[in-house]
C-alpha cells in the first residue's frame, strides 16, 4: 500500500495569530516498514488548497438552533442538549471518528466521592483487583456523564475499546483535576 499525501503545516504567531512561516511535508505511506515515511519540501503555491478554518461567523449557539433539530445527523436534538445544559450545567462534546461524537458533562464533588467510596468498598471486599478498580471506575463515570449516546457498562459491546478512558479522562480534566496553567509565584 504505498500512497502520497501532501501536508501544509503552517506556523502561526501566537501574538498575532499570523502566518509567519509555511512548510509542505510530502508524506509517503509504504508497507515497509524501514522505509523513510516523510520528505520535505517547500511549496507555496500549495497554500490555496487548504480547507478554511472555522471562524466565529460560522459559529451558531446551541441557544439559536430551534429545538426540534438534530445537532449533527443522528445525533441529539438542540432542544434537548438545552435542557441538559439547563440540568448540568455546562455540555461537552468529543468527536471520537469524523461521524462519531459523544455529549458528555461534568461530575460535581459529591457524584465523585459516592463514586469513590464505592470502589473502595469493591476492592476492600475482595471483589475487585486494583485494575478491574480502574476499569470500574472509568466505565461508572462514562455511564454517568455521558448523555449522548448513553453507556451502559454492563452492557458495552457496541462501544470501542477505549471510550470509557478517553471519556473519564476528559470528565476528569472538565471537572476540575487538571489545572489550565500553573505559575510560581
Not at 10 to 37: C, H, Q, R, W, Y
Not at 115 to 129: H, R
Not at 134 to 161: H, R
Request: net charge negative; aromatic share 8%.
Amino acid at each position: 500500500m504505498d500512497s502520497k499525501r501532501k501536508v501544509v503545516v503552517k506556523n502561526l504567531d501566537i501574538e498575532s495569530g499570523e502566518d509567519f512561516e509555511t512548510t509542505t511535508v510530502d508524506l509517503e505511506m509504504s508497507d515497509d516498514p524501514s522505509a523513510s515515511d516523510l520528505a520535505s519540501g517547500y511549496s507555496p503555491d500549495l497554500e490555496d488548497e487548504e480547507q478554511p478554518v472555522q471562524n466565529d461567523a460560522d459559529y451558531q449557539d446551541i441557544e439559536d438552533v430551534p429545538d426540534e433539530e438534530a445537532i449533527w445527523d443522528g445525533g441529539p436534538l438542540a432542544g434537548t442538549v438545552k435542557d441538559w445544559k439547563k440540568q448540568y450545567g455546562d455540555i461537552y462534546v468529543t468527536s471520537i471518528t469524523y461521524d462519531k461524537h459523544i455529549v458528555w458533562r461534568s461530575l460535581n464533588r459529591a457524584e465523585y466521592k459516592q463514586i469513590v467510596k464505592k470502589m473502595e468498598q469493591l476492592v476492600q471486599a475482595g471483589q475487585l483487583t486494583t485494575a478491574e478498580a480502574n476499569l470500574w471506575n472509568e466505565e461508572t463515570i462514562s455511564e454517568l456523564c455521558m448523555l449522548y449516546p448513553k453507556f451502559d457498562k454492563n452492557n458495552s459491546a457496541g462501544f470501542m475499546a477505549g471510550l470509557p478512558s478517553l471519556i473519564a479522562q476528559e470528565v476528569l480534566e472538565a471537572s476540575g483535576f487538571v489545572a489550565l496553567e500553573v505559575r510560581q509565584l
